[in-house]
């Protein structure tokens, strides 16, 4: 049995670091138009992924993501455009911003179950264009702002090519997913785990709602400000159409395809979901049906989502083919 | 100032009308099955949709357009609910699969919506054209009609669930699920009723508003939003307080766009949502689930 395992993880880290390996050496084979998309992927990645923690993991029925990353694309837009600081303090204040907005999410929430809180989440998202509109002066309204500048780090513009926001992705791609693999798997991520399942019974072993709940949201929001600070400076626009309900689909796409609460298949759907998307780009109408169905089609089909599959192959196969190896050739290993 | 002030209450009741109609069918679903619809903004748009298909494509009198409607609304809201909510029922997690999946479904909607009629912004005749002027107000036939027509639902529902038989199962069901069951309610089926009443009840506002206003697929997710502050602000699943939610809110956009402007309307009924969760979460009326 414990071979079995140990082969098993083996075989899944071998694969996770021929993954990366992949993706770290991509720039030299790919041209910009993929680089850009596999970008775009290490960012929504990010987002999703920390949806994933806040939705799938302490089971809050949390619509703000979007708003948060809205929040921290333009905080970090405003401070560069009109202050002249380094681009790189964006980056700490998209994340702060954010942050300090989920706190704010957060603390109505205690009071409110399930429901109530997608709804009142839902509207926050809906009021953020609004309060953009009216600090059109510092926010350009509905055209935006243009012109962000690019980071730059020793001398080197990042504007000069792609490869440079393709590694600083990446790397805020794997810092972030460790980040979150780690709160999932600390005692932290227990709690939240533990306040999803029974949250009556897991306040009476001294779990402290309000404390999670709060955790969760500013840690949550704090990364997806992060991530939308990034994305501005890597597009150098940044407008309400961000919270526009195509990419609001899309992200909870990658949710929900991935499996609620599973950490690596909704990084994987994040990918899956960006192409996707790219691909059917000039499909019009199209999209939204092919979307809404599959949304659909996988929460009544596949409820794990992608996740789930790969389990259930991955499952299958172990049955067969390690049971019947240990069987045969390490007999003595179980007496 | 007297003038604009009852100008103001005259647009604030025709709104008040509208909007309870409008959410209404949201509250009544989840109230009794638990469903919080995300496609009633697209039942509520196709509605319009298909009254403008009927009336202005085929040329059909609006009254029979009208009631092919609501029925087509209330067969497709049945259908659905057997289709999509009866499996996931049967499952665990329900809130949040339910919402996900009527999201999903809401995407496909605005998706073909856009795919049949057409991405084209479409307007409808006025149900009677004409104003009412007398002295120094006015008020368009129109809006005597739909408020009529409005008073007319709202009053034929509480009869419906206060007087008969379904009704009162209904009733039943969104007090004790369980309880429901063991007198022999068919709860299943009640559900698929409830979800149709819904549709239907989405497709009559939608035939109201779309001569007022225009068609085209964002007013969807524009309804969808309204509806859904209206709802919590009278707390979920209690018609009586999405009634008086809608007076309230529906008086507030009327005040607020004579005496501030439009642009104010959206951040006035955040305020006013933010304020009524942070002094009574549950909203005017409702009750934890």
Redesign the interface.
């Known amino acids: 049995m414990e071979r079995d395992k140990r082969n098993a993880n083996f075989r899944v880290q071998s694969l996770l670091i021929l993954c990366l390996a992949g993706l770290a050496i991509f720039p030299a084979i790919a041209d910009d138009y993929y680089l850009h998309l596999i970008i775009i992927c290490f960012i929504w990645a990010v987002v999703a992924s920390a949806w994933n923690l806040i939705?799938g993991y302490a089971g809050i029925?949390s619509f703000a993501q979007l708003a948060f990353f809205a929040i921290g694309a333009y905080s970090s837009a405003i401070l560069e455009c009109y202050s002249g600081l380094s681009p790189w303090l964006g980056l700490l204040a998209g994340g702060i911003m954010a942050g300090i907005a989920g706190f704010i999410i957060g603390i109505?929430c205690f009071?409110?179950?399930?429901?109530?809180i997608?709804?009142?989440t839902?509207?926050f998202h809906?009021?953020i264009p609004?309060f953009i509109?009216?600090g059109s002066k510092w926010t350009g309204g509905d055209v935006g702002m243009f012109a962000i500048p690019h980071y730059s780090i020793f001398g080197y513009n990042f504007g000069g090519g792609k490869i440079y926001y393709y590694y600083l992705t990446f790397a805020l791609f794997l810092g972030f997913n460790a980040a979150i693999y780690k709160i999932i798997r600390s005692k932290i991520g227990l709690a939240f785990v533990a306040l999803r399942d029974s949250d009556t019974f897991a306040e009476s072993l001294g779990v402290n709602r309000e404390k999670y709940n709060l955790i969760v949201f500013v840690i949550s929001a704090a990364i997806t400000g992060v991530m939308g600070a990034v994305y501005v400076h890597y597009l150098q626009v940044a407008t309400p159409r961000l919270l526009e309900?195509e990419i609001f689909?899309g992200t909870?796409m990658m949710v929900?395809i991935g499996g609620?609460g599973k950490f690596p298949g909704v990084i994987i759907a994040s990918f899956l979901v960006t192409f996707l998307n790219e691909f059917l780009r000039t499909a019009g109408?199209?999209?939204?049906?092919?979307?809404?169905?599959?949304?659909?089609a996988v929460?009544?089909l596949v409820?794990g989502g992608l996740s789930s599959l790969i389990e259930y192959i991955v499952g299958y196969r172990k049955k067969v083919t390690f049971s019947a190896f240990t069987k045969a050739q390490l007999p003595s290993n179980d007496t | 100032m007297l003038n604009s002030l009852v100008n103001a209450l005259i647009s604030g009741i025709i709104l008040a009308g509208l909007y309870a109609v409008m959410s209404m069918g949201l509250t009544l679903i989840?109230g009794v099955g638990r469903i919080?619809n995300f496609a009633h903004g697209f039942f509520i748009l196709w509605g319009g949709y298909l009254v403008w298909f009927c009336s202005v494509k085929y040329e059909m009198h609006y009254g029979l357009a009208a009631l092919l409607v609501i029925s087509c609304a209330f067969l497709s809201g049945y259908l659905i609910d057997r289709v999509?909510l009866y499996?996931?029922r049967r499952?665990e997690?329900f809130?949040?699969?339910s919402?996900?999946?009527t999201?999903?479904?809401?995407?496909?909607?605005?998706?073909?919506g856009?795919?049949i009629f057409g991405?084209r912004i479409k307007t409808i005749d006025k149900i009677v054209d004409g104003t009412l002027i007398w002295g120094q107000f006015g008020i368009t036939y129109h809006d005597i009609v739909s408020l009529g027509i409005t008073i007319a639902v709202l009053l034929a529902l509480e009869a419906f669930l206060r007087r008969s038989v379904l009704g009162t199962a209904m009733r039943a069901i969104s007090q004790d699920t369980d309880g429901a069951k063991i007198v022999g309610i068919n709860v299943d089926a009640l559900y698929s009723f409830t979800f149709g009443l819904s549709a239907s009840l989405a497709a009559v506002s939608g035939i109201l508003i779309a001569p007022r206003y225009f068609i085209a697929s964002f007013v969807g997710?524009e309804t969808l939003?309204k509806a859904?502050?209206i709802?919590?602000f009278g707390g979920?699943g209690s018609v009586r307080g999405t009634f008086i939610s809608a007076l309230i809110l529906g008086m507030l956009e009327a005040f607020v766009s004579m005496y501030l402007g439009m642009?104010w309307v959206?951040?006035m009924w955040?305020i006013l949502?933010?304020v009524v969760?942070?002094v009574r979460?549950?909203g005017l009326y409702g009750e934890?689930?």
Do not use: C, H
């Not at chain 1, 009071?111 to 109530?116: E, H, I, K, S, V």
């Not at chain 1, 109408?285 to 659909?296: D, E, Q, V, Y």
């Not at chain 2, 999201?103 to 073909?112: N, P, T, V």
């Open positions: 939705m029925f109505p009071r409110l179950r399930g429901l109530y997608v709804l009142v839902m509207a809906q009021v609004v509109k009216i309900i689909v909870i929900v609620l109408a199209i999209r939204p049906i092919l979307f809404g169905g599959i949304i659909m929460i009544l409820p | 989840y919080f999509l499996p996931l499952r997690n809130a949040i699969n919402v996900l999946a999201l999903g479904l809401a995407i496909l909607m605005e998706g073909s856009d795919v991405t997710w939003f859904i502050i709802v919590i979920l642009f959206q951040p955040f949502l933010i969760l942070f979460p549950m934890w689930a």
